[in-house]
């Protein structure tokens, strides 16, 4: 089943090691629980194949002590030795016992007919093996298809359920890439691994109780070689996986050789390092062809040794035991019984049945391991204890008005280290609140509070005077919308992806949406329009672009609570008073947050908070704060006024233009 192909596929994947087997183990059965059928069907297949494997020999065995060779009851030596166990037919087994004479009797037609029909049982056990073979892994990968079915799906909706703060903590792309190639292995495991190192058990132990059955010095013998084969099979298989691993790290350093190089290309020429460049280049580039051809000797050598060596088992039980046949003498004078031609047959087919099973258990061993590391990690995915989690008895947040208010809040992503500390203030509905800082003073924790992203560590957020705690957070988070600095965009059409704002919304919705954000002009100027599909993550748009796209969203949500932090950094002043206006239409009678690093933004907010360091050190509006000569002042100074200045001259006409409109 497995050439020199497969097993050098299987022993390329990286290979690691669970920490609590047993409990991952029952962790996997509690999936395949519900499927236990499956797995109990391809498990009595199996046992139903084996046994087609070792009674083929037995057969095989007749056909030879009862027609080819059978050996009359005899006196030698002094020594009585009785003839051939010709258990498959009776009437020459009472001739072999009647002597020489009555065995010569015994008609021609007679023992064809008895050849015919071990052949054909041989073949009917060969048919029905394969068959059953065929069916077993069947079962066993439909099974395995339906438990991965469902652990994907367990996967996903946690992954979607995860608070931000564990994203926060963990790297997306590992995660998932983690999680796919752990499923893939997971998915090799219980499509054929487990079930070939199953069988591939059970055939070498039973194959070995047979032997020891029929004749166990004999047994003894033909199997010395057998721990040989496992050691060299094991020694070979680890040293091509090392290799690979090796192969893997060189072919990561030549990669990185590669990427910096060419990254760094305008450097290299310019101080004249191309030699050195190509001879570092070089020896890493010779270093991942020694490891792999290091690797390919292991892998190749593989299945030659374990042959030649399996030609070594023939030889010893045909030695052996021809020895014995042919002196007519127990072997080596201290066996049991003196062995018959037919059991030598009978013990070539059984050593020649080690080789497959032994390769395919070392080569498969380590990916189940492999597999029961990657269900554990899987595993660890899914006991990830949700953070923020609805109250069993939380309640639907009402139509929010739009109060919402901090006290005395603290709140931080890591233990002991509060971000925020006593954040306290009230913006009163249909007010527009502007936060200011430098850049880490807290500004985005305390928007993230609102929606309820993260839990406060003290103190409380409350909208119309409920805690955000208390109600669902389905219901919370419908009415308020966000835009970030850096939005996502799915890759879809652009339609979709202003729809996602809200469903349920018609075209004309959508349309008037972005018409309403100013989005409208720079769509319609794509090659399709509303249609165009955007790349991953809106690649194909500039940065501007995109989050005039989930500004439009959000216009499109139609939020109770507005929150834009950094919504409009990348796109141009005019664009974004044209945004403002329109907002202000939207946003009557609601509450906004506004974070941003224009004047032009602030200046109208009905209340502006200075933060540093988490602490609100000053409030007021733009002109008193200004008036107040503070850390306001000073920011603006610094910050605003420069930006303002240049602005002003040459974008006078057009702000008074939109003013007027
Ligand atoms: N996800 C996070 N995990 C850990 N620390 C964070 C995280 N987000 C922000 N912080 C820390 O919290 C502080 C405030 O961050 P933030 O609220 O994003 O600042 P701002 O938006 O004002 O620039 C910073 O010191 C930052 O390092
Ligand atoms: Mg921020």
Redo the contacts with the bound molecule.
């Keep these: 089943m497995m050439g020199i192909d497969g097993g050098r596929r299987l022993m390329e994947g990286e290979t690691s090691k669970a920490a609590n087997v047993s409990a991952t183990l029952g962790r996997f059965w509690g999936y395949f629980r519900g499927n236990a059928i499956g797995v109990i069907i391809a498990l009595a297949l199996v046992v139903v194949v084996t046994w087609t494997q070792v009674t083929a020999p037995d057969y095989i065995g007749q056909a030879v002590d009862c027609y080819f060779y059978p050996r009359v009851a005899q006196s030698f030596g002094g020594q009585e030795i009785p003839g051939s166990n010709c258990w498959f037919d009776p009437t020459v087994q009472t001739a072999v016992n009647g002597g020489q004479e009555s065995l010569n009797a015994v008609p021609l037609d007679a023992k064809l007919t008895g050849l015919g029909s071990i052949v054909l049982i041989l073949l009917g056990l060969f048919a029905l093996g394969s068959v059953l073979n065929g069916l077993a892994f069947f079962a066993m990968s439909r099974t395995g298809q339906t438990v991965l079915k469902k652990m994907r799906q367990d996967l996903f909706l946690k992954m979607q359920n995860l608070s931000?703060?564990y994203y926060?903590?963990h790297e997306v792309g590992n995660l998932m890439s983690r999680i796919t190639s752990d499923t893939d292995t997971i998915q090799q495991v219980f499509g054929f691994a487990l079930l070939s190192v199953i069988s591939g058990a059970l055939l070498i132990v039973w194959v070995m109780i047979k032997m020891l059955q029929s004749n166990w010095v004999y047994a003894l013998i033909s199997l010395s070689i057998v721990p040989v084969m496992f050691f060299a099979t094991v020694y070979l298989s680890n040293q091509a996986r090392k290799a690979y691993r090796k192969s893997r790290q060189e072919m990561g350093n030549v990669n990185a050789g590669l990427q910096e190089s060419i990254a760094g290309v305008r450097e290299v020429q310019a101080f004249n390092r191309e030699e050195e460049s190509i001879d570092q280049f070089r020896l890493r580039n010779a270093a991942n062809r020694d490891a792999n051809v290091r690797a390919a000797s292991f892998t190749s050598a593989l299945n030659p040794v374990l042959e030649a060596l399996g030609y070594v088992a023939v030889g010893i039980v045909v030695v052996a035991g021809g020895l014995s046949v042919l002196r007519n003498q127990p072997l080596l004078g201290i066996g049991v019984e003196i062995i018959s031609l037919g059991t030598v047959f009978a013990f070539l087919q059984y050593v020649q049945r080690f080789n497959q099973p032994i390769t395919q258990i070392a080569v498969l061993w380590a990916n189940i391991q492999s597999a029961i590391a990657g269900g554990e990690r899987i595993f660890g995915l899914l006991d990830t204890e949700i953070e923020i989690q609805d109250k069993p008895n939380a309640k639907l947040m009402p139509e929010i008005q739009g109060r919402v208010e901090f006290s005395q809040v603290e709140a931080?992503?890591?233990v002991d280290?509060p971000?925020l500390k006593g954040v306290d203030f009230t913006a009163e509905t249909g007010q527009m609140i502007a936060i200011v800082?430098?850049?880490?003073?807290?500004?985005?924790?305390?928007i993230?509070l609102i929606p309820r992203f993260y839990e406060v560590t003290s103190g409380s957020v409350r909208i119309d005077g409920i805690d955000v705690r208390d109600v669902t957070q389905d219901s919370l988070r419908s009415q308020i919308g966000i835009v970030l600095q850096d939005t996502f965009l799915f890759s879809d059409t652009v339609m979709n992806n202003i729809r996602y704002g809200r469903l349920g919304a018609t075209d004309e919705d959508v349309i008037a949406a972005a018409k309403m954000v100013a989005a409208d002009t720079f769509i319609e100027r794509l090659p399709e329009g509303y249609q165009t599909v955007l790349g991953e993550r809106g690649s194909g748009l500039s940065q501007g672009q995109r989050q005039l796209i989930a500004i439009a969203r959000v216009a499109l949500m139609n939020p109770r609570i507005l929150i834009l932090?950094e919504a409009t950094s990348s796109v141009d002043t005019r664009t974004e008073r044209l945004i403002q206006k329109a907002f202000e239409q939207i946003l009557k009678g609601r509450t906004s947050f506004v974070?941003a690093h224009r004047l032009s933004t602030i200046r109208n907010a009905n209340v502006v908070m200075m933060?540093k360091d988490?602490e609100i050190i000053e409030r007021g509006t733009h002109q008193t704060l200004l008036a107040k000569q503070g850390a306001y002042y000073d920011l603006y100074m610094s910050q605003f006024r420069r930006e303002e200045e240049p602005e002003a001259s040459m974008n006078g006409k057009v702000e008074t233009a939109v003013e007027k409109s």
């Design positions: 931000m703060g926060s903590e931080g992503y890591k280290q971000v800082g430098p850049t880490g003073a807290g500004k985005t924790t305390i993230n932090d974070i933060l988490g």
